[in-house]
């Protein structure tokens, strides 16, 4: 597995402590398409279904050490805990073929990380694109397995949802995920305990985009510039649809981000 490059303008200790987790995990890469992965897995569903099916739980993969437990939280952070104005980037529901590689340019243009929240099923088929995504520097973190309301399930597929996830992103990366974000912001106490067990910090934000409603790009990057605040998480999103509003937005509103003197940065994982 390559060795990940961080961006340096955005570094902290956090980043630091996954790093030298990274290097430590370090081993050959597997080639696209032969990650190791839930047997019979489903296909990449189609715009927008995940929303509306059932929870379908599959296969768990291949055995991997679990992280250390973290302590249970009450809620998500829906902030960070940073000093200045820091900013960080969140893109939920990927990858996607068309959309993920189209922002990955635009980080890539502007030199800002993001953080990925990859849904397992997408990440299963499209695993050079969670290793692209983690080989620029960005953040890989966890967001189910099939977008299910986590605080409507039983304890136990919530840990099937969230574990088959982080087995998999071990498998294509060589590291487990140490952030998780519920589908639709919907926690409860069972699905906390079970993101702590798994050794992962929840995450929520405080700038919502609204962008999976396809609101039109002038809406999309007013909620973030209007929004925008020393230490916020802002939500948007690179797969579940048409996401080209979203990338249009993106491309307007990073340089004017910059331009206020935000630093855009990857919130603290536990390491």
Known sequence: MPRRVLLGATACVSLLGLNRLLAACSGPSAGAGAAPGPAAAPAAPAADSYRLRPFTPG?????????????????????????????????????????????????????????????????????????????????VANHSWSHPQLDTLSTKRVRRELGDTSDLIQDILGAPPGLARAPYGAWDKDALTVCAELGMEPLGWSVDTNDWARPGTSKITASVLDGAHSGAIVLTHDGGGDRSQTVTALGQVLPKLLDRGYELVLPAAPV
């Open 59 to 139: 296969s768990a993969p291949g055995a991997a050490p679990p992280r250390q437990p973290v302590p249970v939280r009450s809620e998500a952070a829906l902030t960070l805990d940073l000093p200045g104005k820091k900013i960080a980037l969140t893109l939920d529901d990927g990858p996607h073929p068309t959309y993920t590689p189209q922002v990955l340019k635009l980080l890539r243009k502007h030199k800002v990380p993001g953080t990925f929240f990859v849904i397992g099923e997408n990440a299963h088929s499209h695993p050079d694109l969670v290793r692209a995504i983690a080989d620029e520097g960005h953040l």
